[in-house]
């Protein structure tokens, strides 16, 4: 993986991370987060990936059931979120992958290896996410209260 800073002010930084063949897309992505300090960012991606793992969230069971699919994959979109979650930045993202048929899966990012290349556009907040353990469904959501920044007008 290499990564660039590309735009910093205010407390607002800009990074773009570009995944090499064979680089695991969430834990580089984790792994760089943690490197940085980022407590709190915003993510976009594209590019491809030769195997992926998805989840979805089953609230009958309170946890996500996995999917791995082996075979050659556009990321047609990746989004999502790092925020901090026990001390620590916790990604949460969500993907959309073009089959060669030209059709589409999605869902929970658990990991990707990346074949050829995966463009990442990372943006720190001046705000920095929380995260806490919601005991309805057992999903660590964003928790506002918690989160520095400024006072919500909603």
Do not use: N, W
């Not at 930084?13 to 063949?21: A, H, I, K, N, P």
């Not at 980022?38 to 989840?55: F, K, N, P, S, Y």
């Amino acid at each position: 993986m290499r990564s660039r800073l590309v735009y910093e002010q205010g407390g607002l930084r800009t990074f773009v991370l570009v995944l090499d063949s064979g680089d695991e897309a969430f834990g580089s992505i984790s792994g760089f987060a943690r490197q940085e300090g980022i407590t709190g960012a915003g993510l976009t991606a594209v590019g491809a990936c030769r195997e992926a793992t998805l989840g979805y969230f089953d609230p009958d069971i309170g946890d996500y059931r996995s999917t791995r699919f082996e075979e050659q994959m556009e990321v047609l979109s990746l989004i999502g979120d790092v925020a901090t979650q026990d001390g620590e930045p916790a990604l949460h993202a969500h993907v959309v992958l073009g089959r060669k048929s030209s059709s589409a899966i999605g869902g929970h990012l658990m990991a990707a290896t990346v074949h050829p290349t995966m463009e990442i556009v990372l943006t720190e907040t001046p705000a920095h996410l929380r995260k806490r353990l919601d005991p309805a469904t057992g999903l660590a959501l964003i928790d506002l209260d918690a989160s520095s920044g400024p006072a919500s007008a909603g």
